[in-house]
Antibody
Framework: QVQLVQSGAEVKKPGASVKVSCKASGYTFTSYYMHWVRQAPGQGLEWMGIINPSGGSTSYAQKFQERVTITRDMSTSTAYMELSSLRSEDTAVYYC?????????WGQGTMVTVSS | QSVLTQPPSVSAAPGQKVTISCSGSSSNIGNRFTSWYQQVPGTAPKLLIYDTGIRPSGIPDRFSGTGSGTTATLGISGLQAGDEAVYFCGAWDTSLNTWMFGGGTKLTVL
């Protein structure tokens, strides 16, 4: 079946970087855009950026422009989101989600905790 | 503060119908499709409605979506206890070049 499986929870110190993976299966990876969305504890959804797995082009939310990098590995049908210069406010669940005008398949989420 | 505005909470008895509004502007809901998501605590969001009014395969017809001007509305009829969740709307904003979400509406089935 179509699914997105993300990497496990991470604990990072302020100033560090984190890289979360999202492995796609059950469909043609290059046929659908992939987004990254995060959710701080008890808060709403916040869009971070998007990648076109076919050509690798990306677009980021202005808020994260300087700190986020989204990449993909077509050989393993995996998308990655790397966030640098972590601070406590980055503590959140990070989701990958497939789609263009909507998000029809979501990963299970990866909890990233930033704490000294 | 979200660009898309939803009521924080709604409630109704089992079997009743509720509507959840999502108010935006001409740069998002006014000229782009809206989608709706259901999130049960501790789980990932689930797509309920896309392109403002279309249900994906497997979503019951108790869920419906409409749009008028800069407001989109999710309707849930025949409420069940299992519908208790937080509901989010979302749309692309052409001015901010960012995907925007509403703040979420918590549905309580009394």
């Amino acid at each position: 079946q179509v699914q997105l499986v993300q990497s496990g929870a991470e604990v990072k110190k302020p100033g560090a970087s984190v890289k979360v993976s999202c492995k796609a299966s059950g469909y043609t990876f290059t046929s659908y855009y992939m987004h990254w969305v995060r959710q701080a504890p008890g808060q709403g959804l916040e869009w971070m950026g998007i990648i076109n797995p076919s050509g690798g082009s990306t677009s980021y939310a202005q808020k994260f422009q300087e700190r986020v990098t989204i990449t993909r590995d077509m050989s393993t049908s995996t998308a990655y989101m790397e966030l640098s210069s972590l601070r406590s406010e980055d503590t959140a669940v990070y989701y990958c989600a497939r789609g263009e005008d909507s998000f029809d398949i979501w990963g299970q989420g990866t909890m990233v905790t930033v704490s000294s | 503060q979200s660009v898309l505005t939803q009521p924080p909470s709604v409630s109704a008895a089992p079997g009743q119908k509720v509507t959840i509004s999502c108010s935006g502007s001409s740069s998002n809901i006014g000229n782009r499709f809206t989608s709706w998501y259901q999130q049960v605590p501790g789980t990932a969001p689930k797509l309920l409605i896309y392109d403002t009014g279309i249900r994906p395969s497997g979503i019951p017809d108790r869920f419906s979506g409409t749009g008028s001007g800069t407001t989109a509305t999710l309707g849930i009829s025949g409420l069940q206890a299992g519908d208790e969740a937080v509901y989010f709307c979302g749309a692309w904003d052409t001015s901010l070049n960012t995907w925007m979400f509403g703040g979420g509406t918590k549905l309580t089935v009394l």
